[in-house]
């Protein structure tokens, strides 16, 4: 059997993370058996549906990296839904009232839902009321035009939230009114929220675009929202060609996944430190001209060897892209923004003189050869002359270079800041009284 999986979304709003694992697995699962994944765009209801929803939902899933091979919208696809409704109204399967038309459903039927991931789930006829199909304005319904779209478009399984289980059995209803054969169904349980209540817009912006302006990496959020709701043993980390190769319906658990950022954010960090860090550079360059002085043109002039460095040296103690540029403002800054006092809390008279002798003595250094290991050299040297070493120095100067007390290692540091900011900084220093 040829596998033909869709992603149905409703263009009313932004992609979220519910909308964007329920597109992953389904992407996963077609990726994985060699089948097609097909983007469907619901938007029969006009007066909710935006052409800058679905601007954001195909944004969205680029920039996640789910790729479609097939791309429909359902207002551009009524002509179908006319023909079969005319169909179903000529065998007495649907009726007209008050200028809609309505599905019959029919007595004392039971409808049996095999259903791939929550297992055999019964309706009784009894149980479901007749639907509108087509509005009295003539657009079609969610159900009827799903249904004719997936049997027209030969999907395979019908994957999707469990918040349209209850949908399922009128769907089959109008397959059986039709003889065709339903596809397979599998129901994704809903992600919770940390107070495990639905998760929605209550719980902050869960939006895709939310995530990527946040400086979460596609990758990271490909894995996390994998594993809401899936598993494999107990790996974690996962890149999407292992997610693709391992993903399985049957792994998908029966109850509902939890949202823990911390977790999103401890994922993405481990794709921070995996990725190729030049790869990395490129992705940074626009939170670097939003969180640091630098512009476009000193950018652009930057050689990217230093760049790369940098983002080396940062992505061990960031998380995101976005804290990864913010912390690296005391490379790009003129001067920094900060007072006095934390370098009071390391300066003395005696170390205030010593950094005062380094920066007159790293002046001296010719720009290509302001670098760690020289710098190492030199500084080293020079505070063995006086009988002094690294740890007398260390931290006033790394408070006085980048305004933090923590920063990648002193000499890198400095490499990365450039010659002509770390002897006017260490000078800084050295002027400061101390108290
Ligand atoms: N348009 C529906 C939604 O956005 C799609 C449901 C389905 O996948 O059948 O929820």
Known sequence: MTVRVRFAPSPTGHLHVGGARTALFNWLFARGKDGDFILRIEDTDQTRSTEESIDQIKESLSWMGLTWDEYYRQTERSGKYEEKAELLLNKERVYEQEGALWFRIPDGESVLIDDLVLGKVN??????????????????????????????????????????????????LVYE??????????????????????????????????????????????????????SHG??????????????????????????????????????????????????????????????EVQLNKLDNTRLTKLTDHLRERNKTLRQLAKSSDFVFSRELDYDDTPIKEYLTEENGELVGELATRLEK????????????????????????????????????????????????????IGKDKVTNRLSRVAAITPT
């Open 177 to 230: 009114a039709l003889d065709i054969d339903p596809p397979k169904f599998a129901h994704f349980p809903m992600i919770l929220g940390e107070d495990h209540k639905r998760l929605s817009k209550r719980h902050g912006a869960t939006s895709v675009l939310n995530y990527r302006r946040k400086g979460i990496l596609p990758e990271g959020l490909m894995n996390f929202l994998a594993r809401l709701g899936w």
């Open 234 to 295: 107990d790996q974690e980390i996962f890149s999407p060609r292992e997610l693709i190769e391992y993903f399985s319906l049957e792994a998908v658990g029966e109850s509902s996944a939890v949202f823990d950022e911390e977790k999103l954010l401890w994922i993405n960090h481990q794709w921070m430190k995996r990725k190729d860090p030049e790869e990395l550079v490129n992705s940074l360059t626009k939170f670097l001209l939003e969180e640091t002085p630098v512009s």
């Open 365 to 416: 250094l010719s720009e290509e050869n302001f670098q760690s290991e020289k710098l190492e050299e030199i500084t080293r040297d020079f505070l063995a002359s006086r009988n002094k070493d690294l740890g007398d120095i260390a931290q006033v100067c790394r408070v006085g270079l980048t305004g933090r007390e923590v920063s990648p290692g002193l000499f890198v540091t400095m490499e990365l």
């Open 123 to 172: 309706y009784e006829t009894e149980d479901l009321k007749d639907f509108v199909i087509r509005r009295s304005d003539g657009t079609f319904t969610y159900n009827f035009a799903c249904t004719i779209d997936d049997s027209e478009m030969d999907i395979s399984h019908v994957m999707r939230g469990d918040d349209h289980l209850n949908n399922t059995p009128k769907q089959v």
